[in-house]
Every structure is written in C-alpha cells, then in structure tokens.
Nanobody, 127 residues
Framework: VQLQASGGGLVQPGESLRLSCAASGFTVPLRHYAVGWFRQAPGKEREAISCISVYDDSTYYVDSVKGRFTISRDATKNTVYLQLNNLKPEDTALYFC???????????????????WGQGTQVTVSS
C-alpha cells in the first residue's frame, strides 16, 4: 500500500506546479478514500491545506491557499492532484498527500484521520 506524491520543484513567485498523489497496492480504488494534502515548512508544524471528499468530491481549502490551489481527482488514474497557482515564497514546504479510509461524508483537516501517507514532495518558491 503506497501513496506516491510527486510534481514538486523550484519555481519563481507567481508560477504554477501540479502535484500528483498516486495510489498503488490499495484493495479498493483511491476514489473510495478522502484525500488530504498537507504541508510542512522548515521549523513549522505540519498543516492541512486541502482535502477532497468521497461521495461527491466536495473540496475544501484553508484560507491561505483558497483561490490559488485546486484539488481534484482522476479516478481512471487512481490519482489525486493539487494544482498550485500563483505560488508565493510562503508556500515553500514539503507537501504530503494522505488517504482516509473511513468514507466520511466530509473530508477532514485532522491529520489523525488519515491512515496512509505519501513520502512528500518539495515545493520551493524563490526568486
């Protein structure tokens, strides 16, 4: 059972990246899991930034990324994406995806709800 996060990189302020969270080895497809994206900057605590629910793919964002980041799901590829637009230096962090198998109607920003975690992909925004 593995979540593989990828797509990070070094970009300038205002540029974009698309992060991917690909699932492998799960007994059921990733579309049956709520998926959250978290990030952790150096010296700071891990924070939830977005999640997508199971039944209707409802999406949620923290205020700091709302309007700039978009989470989406491609069931055919067993992958969840996080589109990062208009990146700012304060977005620099290690980004993680995680899966919650509880099939709650509304996805959670609580890290303790997520049983499966990817290894993280680094996003660095600098001029």
């Amino acid at each position: 059972v593995q979540l593989q996060a990828s797509g990070g990189g070094l970009v300038q302020p205002g540029e974009s990246l698309r992060l991917s969270c690909a699932a492998s080895g799960f007994t059921v497809p990733l579309r049956h899991y709520a998926v959250g994206w978290f990030r952790q900057a150096p010296g700071k605590e891990r924070e939830a930034i977005s999640c997508i629910s199971v039944y209707d793919d409802s999406t949620y964002y923290v205020d700091s990324v709302k309007g700039r980041f978009t989470i989406s799901r491609d069931a055919t590829k067993n992958t969840v994406y996080l589109q990062l637009n208009n990146l700012k230096p304060e977005d620099t962090a290690l980004y993680f995806c995680a899966a919650d198998p509880r099939m709650a109607r509304v996805c959670s920003f609580g890290a303790d709800r997520y049983d499966f975690w990817g290894q993280g992909t680094q996003v660095t925004v600098s001029s």
